[in-house]
């Protein structure tokens, strides 16, 4: 996520009311992770062992982050099966470590991200997510991939934006009772995805709380 994007999600939350001082953010959905390449990999991603955890940012009152990407030319993890009660206890550790700054070159992300929310519908968030984003980047584009009672899936196109690099990805928000939670796949590519990365990278937005 770069930071333009993450500033429109908090001016939203503002917007919506969301900013809730003093109260805890809702617990987060649960979910599965594979632990046998010895770090905490969300279940539906591809190959765990490909991927790195790059650990979680959490901000009072804010926001809580986590994400993981895919390291170009880095030689996958072992894969340890199976694994010893100790192994998956050092792995799921992991998800507490403060989060690192990456800096070599990647080719996949996924990232985790939970605002507290007052109660908004998915299509009045999404109306009002896509005039933040194109104030902030006219030249890009937003298209509604999904929408029902408590989700929204949108691919998010940036293209000659100042503040923000090219990139096509696709967001999946699922709305809590008491936060907003946000799936976001990313090709570190410049050109727009093609329609088997869109389906795949739909398909792992949409598979928190499902493995």
């Given at each position: 996520?770069?930071?333009?994007?993450?500033?429109?999600?908090?001016s939203?939350?503002?917007?919506?009311g969301?900013?809730?001082?003093?109260k805890?953010?809702?617990?987060?959905?649960?979910q599965?992770?594979?632990?046998?390449?010895?770090?905490p990999?969300?279940a539906?991603?591809?190959?765990?062992?490909?991927?790195q955890y790059?650990?979680?940012?959490n901000?009072p009152?804010q926001y809580?982050?986590?994400k993981?990407?895919?390291p170009d030319?880095?030689?996958?993890r072992?894969?340890?099966?199976?694994?010893?009660?100790d192994?998956?206890?050092a792995?799921q550790?992991?998800?507490h470590?403060p989060?690192?700054?990456?800096?070599?070159?990647?080719?996949?992300?996924f990232?985790y991200?939970a605002?507290?929310s007052?109660?908004?519908q998915?299509a009045a968030?999404g109306e009002?997510?896509?005039?933040?984003?194109l104030?902030?980047c006219?030249?890009g584009?937003?298209?509604?991939?999904?929408?029902?009672?408590n989700?929204?899936i949108?691919e998010?196109?940036?293209?000659?934006?100042?503040k923000m690099?090219?990139h096509?990805?696709?967001?999946?928000?699922v709305?809590?009772?008491?936060?907003?939670?946000?799936?976001?796949y990313?090709?570190?590519?410049?050109t727009l995805?093609?329609n088997?990365?869109?389906?795949a990278?739909?398909k792992?937005?949409?598979?928190?709380g499902?493995?």
């Amino acid at each position: 996520m770069h930071n333009l994007s993450l500033l429109i999600l908090l001016s939203l939350s503002i917007l919506a009311g969301c900013a809730s001082k003093g109260k805890p953010l809702e617990t987060h959905i649960k979910q599965a992770y594979d632990t046998t390449s010895g770090q905490p990999i969300p279940a539906f991603l591809p190959a765990p062992e490909t991927w790195q955890y790059l650990g979680l940012e959490n901000i009072p009152n804010q926001y809580q982050r986590m994400k993981w990407l895919k390291p170009d030319n880095v030689a996958p993890r072992p894969v340890k099966i199976p694994q010893t009660a100790d192994d998956i206890n050092a792995a799921q550790a992991m998800l507490h470590y403060p989060m690192i700054n990456f800096t070599g070159k990647w080719t996949e992300s996924f990232e985790y991200l939970a605002l507290p929310s007052a109660p908004i519908q998915p299509a009045a968030y999404g109306e009002n997510y896509q005039k933040f984003f194109l104030e902030a980047c006219p030249s890009g584009a937003i298209t509604t991939q999904f929408i029902s009672d408590n989700e929204l899936i949108l691919e998010v196109k940036t293209k000659d934006c100042p503040k923000m690099p090219d990139h096509d990805e696709i967001d999946r928000f699922v709305f809590g009772k008491g936060a907003i939670y946000q799936f976001i796949y990313n090709f570190n590519t410049t050109t727009l995805m093609t329609n088997e990365q869109r389906d795949a990278a739909i398909k792992a937005v949409s598979g928190w709380g499902k493995y």
